[in-house]
């Protein structure tokens, strides 16, 4: 051991740097896809506490109550079965896209596994692909 000197200089070649590059863009995809899927979450949440407020309105609010709903910039009032009715559509909308964003989330982790593979097999210890966290 003595006098022996290491070489931890990693040749790179191109295709190799390619592989790194296309995992770096999909990790930045996938937590681009996380923060979405936290977003739809708290959204759900939130309508699911709005359906609830406007359940309870609906059982003690005298007859011909209208509620002012969202649609797009502007408040239009309208009747609070009609709202519920909205709220679960836009909540089943949500779900669905969350359903979408779980499929994509599921299809970059795959193929940051298959690369992964490869860059750890080629480099072994020499880089790190782990998150940090």
Partial sequence: MVGEVTDNDVH??????????RFARQNQKLE??????KTA?????TLEDCSADVEELALTAEEGVTIPYMVGELFVLEEPDQVQTLLEERK???QEKMKVLEGEAA?????????R???????????NL????
């Fill in 92 to 94: 089943a909308s949500v």
């Fill in 107 to 115: 299809t970059v982790r795959d193929a940051m596994a298959d690369l």
């Fill in 117 to 127: 593979t490869h860059l750890y097999a080629k480099f072994g210890e020499a880089i």
């Fill in 12 to 21: 790179i070649s191109l295709d190799d740097q390619k592989m790194i590059n």
């Fill in 130 to 133: 782990e998150a940090d966290q």
């Fill in 32 to 37: 681009e896809i996380k923060d979405e899927l």
């Fill in 41 to 45: 979450s708290t959204e759900i949440d």
